[in-house]
């Protein structure tokens, strides 16, 4: 009976998808070269794994609206990382424990185990009285279409838990077992539990393997775990911390306790939107991250779905990052090498001198592309320089380098006729002679990096096709440009 619902609630999915793409393929808003789905509503990236020779992306999805509802996992495939071709949904809300108008199939994530793919995921539900929330099974051995767990869910919220807030869990193997963290609520604060297993299917609860005492929130959503260099990191997007977004610890753990203890902290990233980063690891060893380009409503500067949910879409995700752990322990956050192979036509400057004239960066379309900024921080005598960006004469987003205070700031209050708010970041790498700062844009959206990758904000911005123009100046002296080069970028849709 619910396997055959199962089915039924995939098929319906597929179908209102095939029905809204020709409907969505020429909206204005849709991105050039980050992943998005189809059509309807994404949120988080869930089950990121590379099975059989391919990159696997599963992701939170609403087909039936461009606005969060009832839980879907959508799916797509990729050789390259770059190029991705969507399949059919992975999930679908379906049993007692994982179908209501309000819940479904929430974030997880994904393991191989000897060759069959297994996806675990949180079920929410409500039976009447406030929200249920369990950790369920589901695999596949062809890596496409997938099936439950008859015995699930396998794990239920432990006593003095609120069954409403337990969730996203992710599974790793650690030499004998399997181990599975979750995030949890207890009393105000914000937990990680972890558990162990030597199947998948049967789990023994472990410990409380970190916890917010306030600082951190009162509950971790989408809490990941890995090894980076010879440390693990914990990361977390918190509720109820104003701001943060993306949390990263460093420490070291003790499997047999189960207790993680830190010694380093950092955001992922800075920006407006960027939240429920999930990692894995390729073939190549290589940690890569995968984050969703949003944010919710209990945040500063939430406004509504957006301009594109006009366009019946919603959504979509930040750029590929490979981790690596620097020697401070702090990470640093790059974008994959795979988008070089993106690149089209580029132009370049050397040793440009700029005062408070705007000097303009001819890049790509002026929407779409990539930039390379190499200043001499020697050379420079400004206080601050600034990079207007999608700009036209009634909007453009400004990004604003303070020298004197250390600080990035990037202002998106006249970015659009949408968007709003300020977002700021400490810099730190500033008494170095060069700071580079590398920014990719798209259609809907400014990322930009610098302090050698630690430090990252992400922003979207609806601009419209009139927006593209990009240009530099500084405030009160000269900024020396060394280097400059900005790439045209491949679509990739
Ligand atoms: C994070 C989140 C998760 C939850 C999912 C629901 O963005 O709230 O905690 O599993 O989204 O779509």
């Not at 927006?467 to 009160?476: F, G, K, L, S």
């Amino acid at each position: 009976m619910s396997s055959q619902l199962f089915e039924q609630n995939l098929q319906a999915a597929d179908a209102q998808t095939e029905r809204m793409k020709p409907i969505i393929r020429n909206a204005r808003m849709r991105q050039h070269y980050h992943f998005m789905a189809e059509a309807g509503w994404i949120n988080d990236p869930n089950g990121l794994v590379f099975y059989k020779g391919k990159y696997h992306i599963f992701y939170q999805h609403n087909p039936f609206g461009s606005f969060w509802g009832r839980m879907f996992w959508g799916h797509a495939v990729s050789d390259n990382l770059m190029h991705w071709k969507h399949l059919p949904h992975a999930l679908a809300p379906s049993e007692h424990y994982d179908d209501h108008p309000e819940g479904g199939c929430f974030s997880g994530s994904a393991i191989v185990y000897k060759d069959r793919l297994y996806l675990v995921y949180t079920g929410t539900t409500n039976y009447g009285n406030g929200f249920v929330q369990t950790q369920c099974l589901a695999w596949s051995d062809d890596g496409v279409y997938f099936k439950k767990y008859d015995l699930n869910p396998i794990i239920t919220a432990p006593e003095g838990y609120d069954a409403a807030n337990f969730r996203d869990p992710k599974i790793f193997r650690h030499g004998e077992y399997f181990y599975l963290i979750c995030g949890a609520k207890k009393g105000d604060f914000a937990q990680a539990l972890i558990y162990r297993s030597d199947d998948i299917r049967h789990w023994e609860y472990l410990n409380v393997m970190a916890e917010s005492k306030g600082e951190f929130g009162y509950m971790w959503e989408c809490p990941d775990f890995y090894p980076l260099g010879d440390k693990y990191v914990l990361m977390f997007s918190p509720m109820g911390v104003k701001n943060r977004t993306s949390i990263y610890l460093v420490g070291s753990m003790n499997f047999q306790t189960g207790k993680f203890d830190y010694y380093s902290i950092g955001e992922v990233d800075s920006g407006f939107d960027y939240y429920a980063p999930q990692s894995f690891s390729d073939d190549r060893g290589r940690r890569l991250l995968i984050g969703w380009a949003n944010a919710w409503d209990w945040m500063p500067w939430w406004k509504d779905w957006g301009p594109s949910f006009k366009e019946h879409w919603c959504g979509f995700f930040s750029l590929i990052r490979e981790a690596r752990l620097c020697e401070d322990n702090r990470i640093q956050f790059k974008p994959v090498e795979e988008y070089r192979n993106l690149r089209k036509e580029s132009i370049n400057a050397e040793m440009l001198l700029i005062r408070d004239q705007r000097y303009q960066i001819k890049a790509g379309d002026g929407i779409a592309y990539e930039m390379e900024l190499y200043i001499d921080l020697k050379q420079t005598t400004a206080k601050k320089f600034q990079l207007f960006l999608h700009s036209d004469d009634m909007f453009e987003s400004i990004i604003t380098v303070d020298l004197e205070h250390s600080e990035l700031i990037f202002d998106r209050n006249n970015s659009d006729s949408w968007s709003k708010g300020i977002a700021h970041v400490n810099l730190k790498y500033l008494e170095r002679n060069e700071m580079k700062l590398h920014i990719y844009s798209d259609q809907s959206s400014i990322e930009v990096y610098t302090d050698d990758y630690q430090t990252i904000i992400s922003c979207n911005v609806f601009a419209e096709n009139t927006q593209n123009h990009n240009y530099i100046a500084a405030c009160d002296g000269m900024v020396c440009v060394k280097y400059m080069e900005a790439w045209e970028m491949e679509s990739v849709f």
